[in-house]
């Protein structure tokens, strides 16, 4: 029962707290965090649910799932923040970030709301609400979020989780009852929309921007505190190995590392965030901060989903790994003064690009199958797919998957001998130029040689585990969306289910594998999204 859920306040009692409980907008100096009460909704009602979440978190029943409806009363009000359980202490954290480029000073969570943690198994897991009303850190917004945005953070965290890259989770959705106002585009069209309130589950949601807020501010005081718990807490190798300086630049190398595998796990599947500023990256290398993300549909590395960015596209999809290191250079910038050495950072900083070639040449491979590099043969394979990719409209996701469907020994000379699959990648397969089919099948031909060595069926095995077949599409996204915003939400839990088994084949399930249809090509909240959320 949730009454017996024990929830700790780690966080609060281990850190300086703001001492003012003003809630106004304000500068939060020499503290992590300041106390603030959520806000109580007119109907919470608990719309999502995940199994998953709740069951690695020891709640509901055996199975994670909440079956009675006092139970699922109580925990709409918890997490809606409308009614808290007895000790508890929530908060926000202060933390301040670099937006597009540019020092913004103090951010902190405006509209989201930390409830505490709940260890289990060795793990601790912190739950955050978002959406659930203003604090210190809100400026002139309101602390709210809308149900649209909620339902992309619920099913975009979960789908990153069961693709295998680290991600905060999700825990549930509650609809809050209460209107909230939005001009999604900025244009002058302000809408009411359904607001809602998310519960995330990560181990912690700290950023580079919670680190960065006390060196601009030279509170190294509040930076040395706030980095030894970090390390204490979610880096304990570390911290039971190295002391002093070293430890802190141990720390830094390996977020180092860890961004540099975040950054190849997005990028092999397709996966655009959007706002990469520094204070939407995680301190422990999850995808953090779901807003105006994407996903690559047609190969095109320019893309990038956040209409905000259109001009800029600083944060395309090409430009994600660049940008992972421009952001890591930002935080060792604000180590730097626990570090004292620049020269340690730099060379710290300097280990990104082998990282993420190491990682990203072995992620590759795996997604053509092919077991053993062989050097400059195989970067160029690659290099002229690529280059093939670009030339005409083909869905990422479906061509990857396609791949597993060639035989070493098969014709493959006219496009009608090409996997399905494969032809369904294509946008305009009809009217493909011939000299460009030349080229594919050219292409092909040394693909399918060059996996020649192995055995079909068990290259197919091993690469379908790596290549999804679904992924959390804009407009399948989209399509959850509006039936929820009529009160349907059967396709959003229909789209959830098919995504928590991602590179399965699921029997039926052939139309959330689709390339994307025309008509959400140009259509707001399928290919063009903005931060308004
Ligand atoms: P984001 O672009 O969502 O990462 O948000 C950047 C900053 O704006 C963070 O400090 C957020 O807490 C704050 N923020 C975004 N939306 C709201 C809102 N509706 N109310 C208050 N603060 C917000
Ligand atoms: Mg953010």
Redesign the pocket.
């Known amino acids: 029962m949730l009454e017996s859920v024990q929830i700790t306040n780690h966080f609060v009692d281990s850190l300086s707290g703001d001492t003012s409980s003003d809630v106004r907008p304000r500068q939060v100096l020499e503290a992590c965090y300041s106390n603030v009460s959520p806000r109580v909704c007119t109907a919470p009602q608990l719309a999502v649910w995940s199994t998953d979440t709740a069951k690695m978190l020891g709640l509901g029943d055996q199975n994670g799932e909440l079956i009675d409806r006092a139970e699922r009363v109580a925990y709409a009000n918890l997490l809606s923040g409308s009614a808290l359980l007895e000790g508890m202490k929530p908060f926000a954290m202060c933390y301040g970030g670099h937006q597009f480029g540019q020092w913004a000073g103090q ?6 709301i930390g409830l505490g943690e709940i260890f289990r198994e060795d793990k601790c897991w912190a739950l955050q609400l978002k959406g659930a009303g ?1 604090t210190p ?3 002139s ?5 809308v149900l649209r945005s909620s339902i992309r953070e619920y099913l975009c965290s979960e789908a990153m989780y069961h693709l295998g890259i680290p991600t905060t989770r999700a825990l549930s959705l509650v609809l809050t009852g209460d209107p909230v106002v939005r001009d999604m585009f900025y244009d002058g069209h302000p809408k009411t929309e359904p607001g809602a309130v998310v519960c995330r589950v990560s181990q912690t949601f700290l950023r580079f921007g919670s680190f960065e807020i006390f060196a601009a501010r030279g509170d190294y005081i509040r930076l040395q505190e706030l980095l030894e718990f970090t390390i204490q807490n979610y880096y304990p190798e570390l911290a039971a190995q190295y002391k002093g300086a070293d430890r802190y630049l141990k720390f830094y190398l390996e977020v180092v590392k860890r961004t540099a595998y975040l950054m190849v796990g997005w990028q092999r599947v397709g996966f655009v965030h959007g ?1 990469m ?1 520094t ?2 990256m995680s301190i422990v290398g999850d995808t953090i ?1 779901y ?1 105006p993300y994407g996903w690559l549909e047609p190969y095109d590395p320019d893309w990038t989903p956040n209409t905000t960015d259109a001009q800029g596209r600083r944060y395309s999809y090409a430009n994600q790994p660049g940008i992972g290191m421009w952001n890591l250079a930002r935080l060792g910038v604000a180590l730097l003064p626990l570090i004292n050495d620049k020269s340690l950072v730099q060379s710290a900083l300097d280990t990104y690009e082998a990282e993420y070639e190491k990682y990203w040449q072995a992620a590759l491979l795996a997604k053509l199958g092919i077991n053993r590099y062989r050097g400059a043969d195989d970067d160029a394979l690659i290099k002229r797919m690529f280059e093939l990719l670009q030339l005409e409209e083909i869905d990422m996701t479906l061509f990857f998957r396609s791949l597993s469907a060639v035989k070493a020994k098969q014709e493959i000379a006219r496009i009608d001998q090409w996997p399905v699959l494969m032809r369904a990648a294509f946008y305009q397969i009809e009217e493909l130029d011939h000299g460009l089919v030349k080229e594919w099948v050219l292409w092909l031909q040394n693909y399918a040689k060059r996996v020649s060595e192995t055995d079909d069926m068990e290259r197919a095995r091993q690469m379908n585990t790596v290549n999804p077949l679904y992924v959390c599409r804009n407009y399948l996204a989209q399509q959850a969306i509006d039936a929820a915003e009529q009160g349907d939400f059967s396709i959003v839990e229909g789209l959830m289910e098919v995504l928590r088994r991602p590179y399965t084949e699921q029997g039926g399930k052939a139309a959330f594998a689709e390339r994307r249809p025309e008509w959400a090509r140009n259509k707001a909240g399928c290919s063009m999204l903005s ?1 308004s ?1």
Request: with cysteine.
């Open positions: 951010l902190g969570d405006g509209r989201a203003i850190y809100s400026r917004a309101d602390g709210l979020a706002v500023n204070d939407n901060d807003g931060c959320s």
